[in-house]
Each structure stands twice: as structure tokens, then as C-alpha cells.
């Protein structure tokens, strides 16, 4: 079997270094590389389905570990030490398909939620991602925060800001020593102008969208 990168040993990110990893990759407005991400869709446990993700020096960054028998009905982002980042929750009897996003492992107050795109005159758009601003009783405002087009099955999407801004893109892996790797090994290239962290969320949210229900946590 081809190996996603060459280290067998993936030490954990120091606390230092990851919030390194934060703070330059989701900077505004700084004249700085894009962060460029491998990512596996294979949880590191056996028995579950999930994602592990990697930076390009082969240290473990994300991970997503749900036991594969199990109908969970939220997905939970982890560090590479298994802290909670961010949970994905269903909404239920949403129609169209739309999830909510929360701050590590909280089930009050939303970041921001995901809708499934629907309109068959649009087929480059799959989704878009809202945030709500106001209050209950003055009215809540979905603002648009980021919108995802192009095919997840083939591996080839851009995920725009309000901005129209490209700030992150998901692309084929490209070959390794003349092996190609099949469309579970994917490349997350993240700008600046986006947070890694919300970036690889999109990418579960995208897999609960077009994953199949074969796939699908």
C-alpha cells in the first residue's frame, strides 16, 4: 500500500507550535505561503471511518475518528491530540440538507451552519456556509460566509468568501514516485484569509453532503 508520506512516527504537534500553525495560516492581509494539507480519508483506529490530515512535513494535524458502526449524528474535528475543535451536528427535519457547526463540543449557540446546494440550475455550487447575525428577537440575519462549488467526488472544488475571494481549495494528490493515489489522499491548500481549522470542516461537511450513505458518519 502506497504510504501517504514517509514517517511511520507522527509526533504530536507541541502546544507552541500548533498555535503557530493557527496564528500565521489564518492572518489576514499578510504576505504569506498558503498552507498545504494532506488529507487521508482514514481514521487512525480501527474499526472507524474518519479523515486524518497531515502537514507537509508529515506531522499529524486534524483528525476525525467515528466507529463506523455507530449512527452518530455529529462529527467532531479533533487536534492531533484529540482535543475537540469544532462538532458537526445535523439539523434535523431540515429541508434542504443543512448542519450546524459548534466550538468544540458545545451544543448552544452555533458558529455558523452549512446548507446542501439544491438548485439544478446551478450545478457548480454545493454548498454555502452561513453565519447569523442579530438575535432571536430583533430577527436573525443569515449572513453568506463562504460558498463551495465544483465536484467533490472528483476531488475539485474552491471554496469562495463573500469577498469572491478563492480561500481554499481541494485538489487531487498528485503522484508519488509514479504511483497515483486514489481519491481518498486529497490536497486542502488553505490562504491566509481563512482558518485551517474551518477550512478542513468543510471538507467533513462536504463528505456528509456528497459522501454517499455508504461513506456518510
Not at 77 to 91: E, F, N, Q, V, W
Amino acid at each position: 500500500m502506497t504510504k501517504v508520506y514517509p514517517k511511520t512516527v507522527l509526533p504530536p504537534l507541541v502546544t507552541s507550535d500548533r498555535q503557530r500553525f493557527f496564528t500565521e495560516s489564518s492572518t489576514v492581509g499578510r504576505n504569506v505561503n498558503p498552507v498545504v494539507l494532506t488529507v487521508w480519508k482514514k481514521s487512525l483506529l480501527f474499526n472507524c471511518d474518519g479523515f486524518t490530515v497531515y502537514d507537509t512535513k508529515g506531522n499529524l494535524v486534524f483528525r476525525v475518528d467515528n466507529y463506523a458502526a455507530s449512527n452518530k449524528a455529529e462529527v467532531v474535528l479533533m487536534d492531533c491530540a484529540g482535543h475537540s475543535l469544532l462538532t458537526i451536528r445535523r439539523k434535523r427535519l431540515s429541508l434542504p440538507d443543512s448542519w450546524l457547526v459548534y466550538d468544540g463540543e458545545n451544543k448552544v449557540n452555533p458558529r455558523f451552519s452549512a446548507t446542501k446546494h439544491v438548485n439544478f440550475l446551478n450545478t457548480k455550487s454545493l454548498a454555502h456556509v452561513s453565519t447569523t447575525i442579530g438575535s432571536p428577537k430583533n430577527g436573525n440575519k443569515k449572513n453568506i460566509a463562504y460558498e463551495i462549488e465544483g465536484s467533490y467526488a472528483q476531488r475539485c472544488c474552491v471554496v469562495y468568501d463573500d469577498k469572491r475571494r478563492r480561500v481554499a481549495e481541494i485538489k487531487r494528490k498528485e503522484a508519488v514516485r509514479g504511483v497515483a493515489l486514489g481519491g481518498d489522499v486529497f490536497c486542502l491548500v488553505v490562504q491566509p484569509e481563512i482558518d485551517p481549522t474551518i477550512a478542513m470542516t468543510l471538507i467533513v461537511l462536504l463528505d456528509q453532503m456528497f459522501g454517499g450513505s455508504s461513506r456518510r458518519f
